[in-house]
């Protein structure tokens, strides 16, 4: 049955531009996600094997110098410091989005933000009520964020593992959802898991700050001006009392993301590329490929034998966790989809389905390394607490993801034929057929390229009058 072209759509296909960019970004983060469950696996066999006090001595070793404030365990430099990087890519990407990308307009970033808002929400309150309702003692609201956060290098991992096919539109939410949530995250734990703030080592982490941005929005990027400055910002964060991944996000939202043709005599860099691009293609695998995955490997690291599993299931927290992230989440992302549908009025693009958004908010219920990091912080890294709620974290993440396999691979055959009409390319001419008609579809509505020639036309959330597909 034909949809109503007049009314708005929901996941229509992006622009090649960007389906190339998402296409990018996802095959470095589905790497990083296999290396991830690698790390994440090794740290569970060895916590519950006979060497266990290897692995406590190893992540639990001391460097750093005391005078900075910089004498930290591994798992702590990996937390604090490798994670960083990951919230600096999160913060280039973010800032990509909403400047340059599918998010630049209102319309287009209504969908996601909502979505990844209520999938947000949802799951603390969920939590938050369960905890309450089991009659928790001690610390265990404290733990409300816990399940609030997407994995994405997970979710992708387990996407290449099932092999299904998802389209543009669905990657792209998928991804931007994840970056929404991050930076939500990263909020949550600024303003909520702070216990102690020194205002004049906050203000003193400004002036490197300040220094990176002067020097990167005049594009030039020498690495040995670049890299002290943001150590300093990362120093003066953790010093604050703040915790130091919340530098990462700020020295990613002082980066250029919009390309412009620049005297080279005052650049590093080529007229016409932007220093987000060559930052983030830099550092991307340095986080998907290492960052994330030795930090998984430090804080996956939880006993299943010998009572731990049974202390878990005893742990309210630890339960409430599992039911957010499986339960939260797919009520979270889907209700504010359907809501977000039934207040514009819009309906889902023609060759998708409703099943589809349950699949991905099944899938947005993976919340591994935002969520371990947040446990940490909420009830102290290596707590008894902390350890249940990491375990809880690892079974709610694989719930998740067996469910939304089953749902996801159920819509396979769909997938694949959109796949062949996303990649065919009939005239040759190296841009797919389908992805031109998109193109036309947005130029009709006024969608044209910006000022730096960086082609940001496209649909992924709300979109009215698109032309038809190839």
């Not at 929901?10 to 990083?32: D, K, N, P, S």
């Not at 949802?122 to 265990?140: F, R």
């Not at 998802?166 to 949550?188: G, W």
Request: hydrophobic residues 55%; contains cysteine; proline residues 4%.
């Amino acid at each position: 049955m034909s949809l109503n072209p007049l009314r708005p759509r929901l996941f229509a296909r992006t622009t090649w531009h960007e389906a190339q960019h998402v296409a990018a970004a996802l095959r470095t983060e589905t790497v990083g996600g296999a290396l991830l469950l690698v790390a994440a696996v090794a740290a569970l066999v060895w916590a519950n094997s006979p060497w266990f006090e290897a692995y406590s001595s190893l992540r639990d070793l001391t460097v750093g110098p005391h005078a900075l404030h910089l004498d930290l365990t591994l798992g702590q430099w990996a937390a604090d410091g490798l994670l960083a990087i990951f919230f600096f890519v999160a913060g280039l990407e973010l800032k990509r989005e909403f400047l340059v990308g599918e998010l630049r307009t209102p319309a287009k970033a209504a969908l996601p933000v909502a979505a990844a808002l209520c999938g947000v929400a949802v799951p603390a309150i969920l939590y938050a009520v369960t905890v309450t309702s089991l009659g928790a003692e001690g610390d265990a609201l404290r733990g409300w964020a816990i399940p609030t956060a997407t994995d994405i290098a997970f979710a992708l991992a387990v996407l290449a593992v099932i092999g299904t096919h998802l389209p543009s539109a669905l990657r792209s939410f998928l991804l931007t959802l994840a970056v929404v949530d991050d930076l939500v995250a990263i909020t949550i734990i600024a303003i909520f898991y702070t216990e102690s703030l020194d205002l004049a080592l906050l203000g003193l982490a400004l002036l490197p700050l300040a220094g990176f941005a002067w020097l990167t929005q005049r594009r030039i990027a020498r690495w040995w001006l670049l890299i002290p400055l943001a150590l300093a910002t990362w120093a003066l964060v953790h010093a604050s009392g703040i915790h130091a991944t919340v530098a990462g996000v700020l020295l990613g939202l002082v980066v250029p993301v919009r390309p412009r043709r620049s005297d080279s005599r005052l650049s590093t860099l080529q007229p016409d590329v932007d220093v987000a691009q060559r930052f983030e293609h830099r550092l991307r695998p340095l986080s998907a490929g290492v960052a994330v995955p030795v930090f998984a490997f430090f804080a996956a690291g939880v006993r299943v034998v010998g009572g731990g599993f049974g202390e878990t299931l005893a742990d309210e927290a630890a339960l409430a966790v599992v039911l957010a992230l499986v339960l939260g989440k797919l009520i979270g992302v889907f209700g504010g989809t359907w809501a977000f549908a039934r207040f514009t009025r819009a309906e889902l693009d023609d060759d998708l389905a409703w099943w589809d958004v349950v699949g991905l908010s099944l899938l947005a219920g993976i919340g591994f390394t935002v969520s371990l990091l947040v446990g940490e912080l909420a009830f102290g890294a290596g707590s008894p607490r902390d350890e249940h709620v990491k375990l809880g974290v690892l079974a709610g993440s694989l719930l998740a993801a067996i469910l939304a396999t089953i749902v996801l691979r159920a819509r396979n055959r769909v997938y694949r034929r959109l796949e062949e009409v996303e990649s065919r390319d009939d005239d040759g001419d190296g841009i797919p057929d389908a992805f031109q008609g998109a193109d036309v579809g947005s130029h009709r509505r006024g969608d044209t390229r910006d000022d730096s020639g960086d082609d940001t036309g496209g649909d992924t959330g709300a979109d009215v009058g698109r032309a038809p597909r190839g």
